[in-house]
């Protein structure tokens, strides 16, 4: 299994980021995919996720409303669009899935939120 994020930086308050997670190793069609988050000091989150084929999503309630999760099973993608992006949105994204009765993480993408 591997997981890569892209797509993190530095924006603005009030601004967006999309991040993407190109997966591998795995039939991903097959499995559900989530978003989690660890900011300095702070144990990490979970922030979202998607069934397998899309049909299903959940996330949670810092972020309803102003992020999206997606994917694109022809692709190997999980996406994460973010909008109207807090400082406290400030964090190391992951994507995850669990597989095999083993958690598998990305190497995550920096997400800054700062003026």
């Known amino acids: 299994v591997q997981l890569v994020e892209s797509g993190g930086g530095l924006v603005q308050p009030g601004g967006s980021l999309r991040l993407s997670c190109a997966a591998s190793?795995?039939?991903?069609?097959?499995?559900?995919m989530s978003w989690y988050r660890q900011a300095p000091g702070k144990e990490r989150e979970s922030v979202a996720g998607?069934?397998?084929?899309?049909?299903?999503?959940n996330y949670a309630d810092s972020v309803k409303g102003r992020f999206t999760v997606s994917r694109d099973n022809a692709q190997n993608t999980v996406y994460l669009q973010m909008n109207k992006l807090k400082p406290e949105d400030t964090a190391v994204y992951y994507c995850?899935?669990?597989?095999?009765?083993?958690?598998?993480w990305g190497q995550g993408t920096q997400v800054t939120v700062s003026s």
């Open positions: 998607i069934a397998s084929e899309g049909s299903f999503t």
């Open positions: 190793g795995f039939t991903f069609s097959r499995y559900g």
């Open positions: 995850s899935i669990y597989y095999y009765s083993t958690r598998y």
